[in-house]
């Protein structure tokens, strides 16, 4: 009886000494754990939703996202890929005429993979297509005036089992999605990415840009693992110009009588 | 010389019309709600990105020679199917299931990576599922 007595004193001990260690880690403000979860392996994008509007990620009525008479022009002028107004003509999506960086939010919409390096106090991911890559500082802040660049500027933190991300500081000159909304440089991403079964990550994702639309957008995507490492998916202007020339084009021209 | 052909077959499929094609470009010039097969010799198999692509020669409905290209997929997905640079090679007998252009040019769409229809070289069939 006294050894069911010690034995319990000590597993409420340890029990206490192990909560105590996850509040030191998450900070005195906050009672959220830290655990630094295992995000490693390749993550597979699979075809799917080419939109980030949630109430239409397939793309179907992608004119009735909510966006701001700014961002209305914007999409207006856009000839995408994917959606409702999917086209091969006089293409002006910035990935396939320039090979552009994809921007952060449109490399979750491409079906490569992508993988993360944790270090204890730097995350890197690593995109398959185009071959990008982000370095997310741990538990930092933000520079008081970014410069605006093509993948924003990052910062990550632990946070219940997740890894999230908080970037601003974008250029406008990406698209959000396959389907042609665009963002402004008022554009601040959340990122939340965590583990939900050994071969499932989930990102939910916030985007919140009020010059460009008029709520905020949040949406979630799983990705599945996959036991190939990531290629070269390089986008080279030469061999994009040289398909859109010989495979692209020929479909679009008048139909043969 | 083996006789070459094109067989039209055209298929509803609407529930693969249903699915998005994801790559870097979409289907657009497609109909993916047709199927046709290309029967022919392959003139030339190029494996790069951002599409593999093949070019067929087959004789069209009148016995004319006729050039198909058919887009593939990136060759980073199409591998993951367990698809190679040397899955076909000049002068290998193909018969391809193919999304025709909607204009009517011999351009088809055979694979994206949501999309990998049958390709039979030389007799042999190569991996159809993604």
């Known amino acids: ?257 | 010389m083996k006789k070459l052909a094109i067989t039209w077959a055209c298929v509803l499929l609407a529930a693969l019309a249903a699915i998005p094609a994801f790559a870097h470009h979409g289907t657009a010039g497609y109909d993916l709600e047709k199927v046709v097969t290309v029967k022919g010799t392959v003139e030339d198999f190029e494996w790069t990105n951002p599409h593999a692509v093949v070019r067929i020669l087959a004789k069209n409905e009148k016995g004319e020679n006729e050039e198909w290209t058919i887009e593939l997929g990136a060759p980073g997905i199409m591998a993951r199917s367990g698809w190679s640079k040397n899955s076909m090679k000049q002068g290998d007998e193909v018969i391809a299931e193919t999304h025709p252009a909607k204009n009517g040019v011999p351009s088809g769409l055979s694979a994206t990576s949501t999309i990998l229809l049958k390709f039979i070289v030389n007799g042999q069939a190569l991996p159809s599922a993604h």
């Open chain 1, 1 to 257: 009886m006294k050894n069911l007595i010690r034995c319990g004193v000590l597993a409420l001990a340890a029990t206490a000494a192990f909560q105590v260690g996850l509040e030191a880690q998450s900070g005195a403000t906050t009672a959220k754990s830290a655990a630094v979860p295992d995000l490693s392996g390749y993550w597979n994008i699979k075809g799917g939703a080419p939109s980030w509007d949630p109430a239409d990620l397939a793309g179907k009525s992608p004119k009735n996202a909510p966006m701001t008479p700014w961002s209305r022009q914007k999409f207006e002028a856009a000839r995408p890929p994917f959606g409702a107004n999917a086209t091969f003509e006089s293409v002006n999506d910035p990935v396939q005429k320039y090979c552009d960086p994809p921007g952060v939010t449109r490399l979750y919409q491409y079906p490569y993979e992508f993988l993360f390096v944790q270090t204890p106090d730097t995350v890197y991911i690593l995109y398959e297509f185009s071959r990008v890559w982000r370095l997310i500082p741990l538990n930092k802040e933000h520079p008081k005036d970014p410069d605006s660049t093509w993948m924003g500027d990052s910062v990550g933190r632990y946070e219940d089992g997740a890894l999230v991300i908080d970037t601003i500081g974008f250029n406008d000159k990406t698209w959000l999605d396959q389907v042609g909304h665009p963002h402004s440089d008022a554009l601040h991403l959340v990122e939340r990415l965590r583990r939900v079964d050994k071969d499932t990550l989930e990102l939910e994702l916030t985007i919140d840009d009020p010059k460009a639309y008029t709520k905020p957008l949040t949406a979630k995507r799983t990705f599945t693992r996959s036991a190939s490492p990531p290629t070269e998916a390089l986008c080279s202007a030469s061999e994009m110009q040289a398909f859109q020339n010989q495979v692209m084009t020929p479909t679009v021209k008048a139909p043969k009588k």
